[in-house]
């Protein structure tokens, strides 16, 4: 089973970007159906999901995010990235990446958290 | 956009108590895309039940699900000490897909 770690700053300025990395364990991110997403929770909330790409590159975005949002794949280096551009303290949260056959998700990864802060 | 309506918010129970979670759904979910999460404090959710009833590798058979359409429940047979959490319903057939606001499983 495919296991899942995200990296990336946890520590963002207003208005930067934020640019997280999933790395897995294998090669799955090439070599199966797979999409690859991410899902966030801010502090004593709920989750929400971001988007995903699918292991041919289509990609699908919560429509709330849209705008600011990109999720790519690398699978020279088995990972997906997300960026999330000009973010305010509303973007503070865990960062879980996500795989799953189809639109489900059943590969989580421990979660990053990432505070937006001057 | 579908928006799931979890209840209640709060269940208070006992070990070897028998939980009932509901989830509503604005619209129809299509092809029974819900699946039922589990999270614990400071981890990461963990999948309980997709398809509306299918168990997920290694979920005990206390964990069971049912439902159709606009309304879908999570039952918990039997509470063990290790059950209780916060439980998210979520559905995968339309996008955006969505998560239900949570329902808090505590002990009595």
């Known amino acids: 089973q495919v296991q899942l770690q995200e990296s990336g700053p946890g520590l963002v300025r207003p208005s930067e970007t934020l640019s997280l990395t999933c790395t897995a364990s294998d090669d799955s991110i090439a070599n199966y159906d797979y999409y690859w997403g991410w899902v966030r929770q801010p502090p004593g909330m709920g989750l929400e999901w971001i988007g995903h790409v699918f292991y041919s590159g289509n990609t699908n975005y919560n429509p709330s995010l849209k705008s600011r949002v990109t999720i790519s794949l690398d699978t020279s280096k088995n990972q997906f990235s997300l960026k999330l551009r000009s973010v305010t303290a509303a973007d503070t949260a865990v960062y879980y990446c996500?795989?799953?056959?189809?639109?489900?998700?059943?590969?989580w990864g421990q979660g990053t958290p990432v505070t937006v802060s001057s | 956009e579908i928006v799931l309506t979890q209840s209640p918010a709060t269940l208070s129970l006992s070990p070897g108590e028998r939980a009932t979670l509901s989830c509503g759904a604005s619209q129809s979910v299509t092809k029974n895309y819900l699946g039922w999460y589990q999270q614990k404090p400071g981890l990461a959710p963990r999948l309980l039940i997709y398809?509306?009833?299918r168990r997920a590798t290694g979920i005990p058979d206390r964990f069971s699900g049912s439902g159709s359409g606009t309304d879908f429940t999570l039952t918990i047979s039997r509470l063990e000490p290790e059950d209780f959490a916060v439980y998210y319903c979520?559905?995968?057939?339309?996008?955006?897909?969505?998560f239900g606001g949570g329902t808090r499983v505590e002990i009595k």
């Open positions: 979520q559905q995968y057939a339309h996008s955006p897909l969505t």
């Open positions: 398809d509306v009833s």
């Open positions: 996500t795989g799953g056959g189809g639109w489900l998700t059943d590969h």
